[in-house]
């Protein structure tokens, strides 16, 4: 009975490898944390919390009575600005900033970055990064797709308040169906 238990538990662990996929690995990206549970419910949010490189159409499976208008999975994967108040960078016009990706497996898509108002969900600069043939599954991923720099924009005071605006980074695979996004709050 027991090596059946940790027989099952060995093929779980191996499915959520193969369902781990990407993130922003710096800066520090938007969590999964309370307010997340309350917009999305207890379900999505065992799921997310478990697997933070998992794609939207997987979340979306978890859609329940317990999900609110406010799980917003195609805006930072539905992370809530509440989770991560204490994780606000700040940047100036002209500033560069790096960027770090952790793909732990590879999709064929294409990918970007650009700063979304989070109260409209629409880009308001960019894309400041643009990969095209992003995370290829048919040869290595070059070095700049995982490791780059963006120049962040004047943003005329658009973004002074804390959570109104992200860095997005957006990965689409489109032959699969899977799309990915990681979040960094930020003001100027
Ligand atoms: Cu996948």
Same mark, same amino acid.
């Given at each position: ?9 060995t093929a ?38 478990s697997d933070?490189?998992?794609?939207q159409?997987g979340?979306e ?6 999900? %609110? ?16 108040s204490?994780?606000?960078q700040?940047? %100036?016009a002209?500033?560069?900033?790096p960027?770090?990706?952790d793909?732990r ?13 989070? %109260? %409209?969900?629409?880009?308001?600069a ?15 991923i ?11 924009p ?16 957006w990965?689409?695979a489109?032959p ?6 990681s ?6």
């Open positions: 009975m027991f090596t059946k238990i940790a027989a099952l538990l779980l662990s191996a499915i959520g490898m193969a369902q781990a996929h990407g993130v922003i690995a710096s800066p520090p990206r938007r969590q999964p944390g309370s307010a997340f549970q309350s917009a999305c419910g207890l379900q999505m949010y065992q799921v997310v919390s933070q490189y998992g794609n159409q979340a499976q978890n859609i329940n009575s317990e999900t %609110t208008a406010a799980c917003t999975l195609y805006l930072c994967r539905g992370m809530q600005f509440a989770d991560n204490g994780n606000v700040h940047y %100036t002209g500033q560069s900033v960027i770090s990706i793909i497996a590879p999709h064929t898509g294409v990918a970007n970055v650009s700063i979304v108002d989070t %109260t %409209t969900n629409s880009v308001i960019g894309p400041l990064y643009n990969i095209l043939d992003a995370y290829s599954t048919s040869h290595t070059p070095a700049n797709q995982t490791s780059f720099s963006i120049t962040i004047s943003l005329g005071g658009a973004c002074s308040t804390a959570g109104k605006c992200v860095i997005q980074w990965w689409d489109r699969i169906d899977q799309t990915y996004m979040c960094v709050d930020f003001t100027q």
